[in-house]
């Protein structure tokens, strides 16, 4: 079975049987990161056009990376050096993008829905590398591969999300696409970033439960996924950062409150000592790197089917027409 | 061909491999994806019946080395290579069912030098149909037929499609 990815805004949409699909096709592009020569041919003459309209490092090497070792060319926009800055609207940016051709666009920006708003003004595939606090598909995808990676399965799974997920589209992400495997979600953090709508994240039926005491929220969990503090977003009287770190950081004592052989995953960038402890970060429980290596395989595979998807003809050939 | 033609022909190539290589050691069998899979492990069981040894067998999906990647299928559909060893120093033979235009064949040689740096490659098909598209040639080949290009040569191994013959067709268009 094989799946048409004319657009990858969000997770929300995707069925189960199609993220399993993903999954599935990014695992010879592991391969490949264990090879001693990674770079392919595969998308020789197509161009990636990057446009990060808010700052980001990670992700953006990461798409870049993965677009040099399919074999295909970039355009670089950034947010610290675009016409932006000089009043152009995003319309217009990303118009002027196109008419340069690229083959696909991979675009972040701080508003939810921009990527939305750009694959409805474009004939051309978007990638959504995250939207204001709406939806970031390639995180979570890469997060669900490093977990049935190490857990064999996605089925059924407790999962404990720390910190601030009101204002993350990672924890968005995540919890759209493990609610279509039957997991069962524990968010946690201040009640100020804990709004009650956050329950109705996921299909009908989803469990979703907020809790303000860490000890209770960690009991039974098998996947702890902890996001970065924004520290912009700490400043009293609300909460200061002690405040946090005495509460909420995840140390070794906490984590021994979850399952034995529960998983630690943090989207990055991490502050050791803010919201998690160096002793769980580099701890045998953390994936945090095997997320990274994870990240340039997803990405890779989002890149090969949207791209070769969008240029291929309806009908299928004879296996043998072309040998 | 019969299930018994398909059995001897992968018999003799068997012995002709051990043959022209003085022996298994330093031999190593690549199939590619998907028919050419069942028969290097084929090849490797005959083997074994020859020489006692255990010949190593990888498999390779090349879907990512064609260069034809938007005329293959609608959509195509990315397997896993799998080489549990290095092919450094190897003596490769690389083993597909039917040899064609070259193209596969190219593609399968670009998977294995993305991977190291092979002694020796040579290939090995079940069928040989000429119409070449390049300079490409098999040292191993179980039959060569005369074909046009409106005929396809299919082949069908219980492994992948639950019975076993090898067919000559006409193209439907």
Known sequence: MSYRFGQMLGIEPLSADEITYLLDQSKPFQEIQRHPLKKLATLRGKTVALAFFEPSTRTRISFATAASRLGADQMNLQAESSSLKK??????????????????????????????????????????????????????????????????????????????????????SNIHLLSK???????????????????????????????????????????????????????????????????YQLTPARLRLARPDALVLHPGPMVRGLEIDSAVADGPQSCVLEQVTNGLAVRMALLFLMISSADAPPEKESSHAAD | MTATEIDRTLQRLAHEIVEKSGGTANLALIGIRRRGVPLANRIAQAMRGIDGVDVPV??????LYRDDLSKVASQPVLQSSDIPFTVDDKDLVVIDDVLYTGRTVRAAMNGLFD???????????????????????????????????????????????REERVLLVERVS
């Open chain 1, 87 to 172: 009043g152009e609207s995003l319309l217009d940016t990303v118009r002027t993008l196109d008419a340069m051709k690229p083959d696909c666009i991979v675009m972040r920006h701080a508003c939810s829905g921009a990527a939305d708003f750009v694959a409805r003004n474009l004939d051309l595939p978007v990638i959504n590398a995250g939207d204001g606090t709406h939806e970031h598909p390639s995180q979570a995808l890469l997060d669900a591969l490093t977990i049935r990676d190490r857990r064999g399965s996605l089925e059924g799974l407790n999962v404990t999300i720390l910190g601030d997920i009101l204002h993350s589209r990672v924890a968005r």
């Open chain 1, 181 to 247: 495997f039957g997991c069962r979600f524990t968010l946690c953090g201040p009640a100020m970033w804990l709004p009650k709508e956050l329950e109705c994240l996921g299909p009908a039926g989803t469990s979703i439960c907020r809790m303000t005491r860490i000890s209770e929220a960690l009991q039974d969990a098998d996947i702890v996924i902890t996001l970065r503090v924004q520290q912009e977003r700490l400043h009293e009287p609300a909460l200061a950062i002690d405040e946090y770190v005495l509460q």
């Open chain 2, 58 to 63: 990888g498999t390779l999906d090349i879907t």
């Open chain 2, 115 to 161: 991977l190291g740096r092979p002694k020796r490659v040579r290939l090995c098909v079940l069928i040989e149909r000429g119409h070449r598209e390049l300079p490409i040639e098999a040292t191993f080949v179980g039959r060569a037929v005369q074909t046009s290009d409106a005929e396809i040569i299919e082949v069908r191994l219980n492994e992948v499609d």
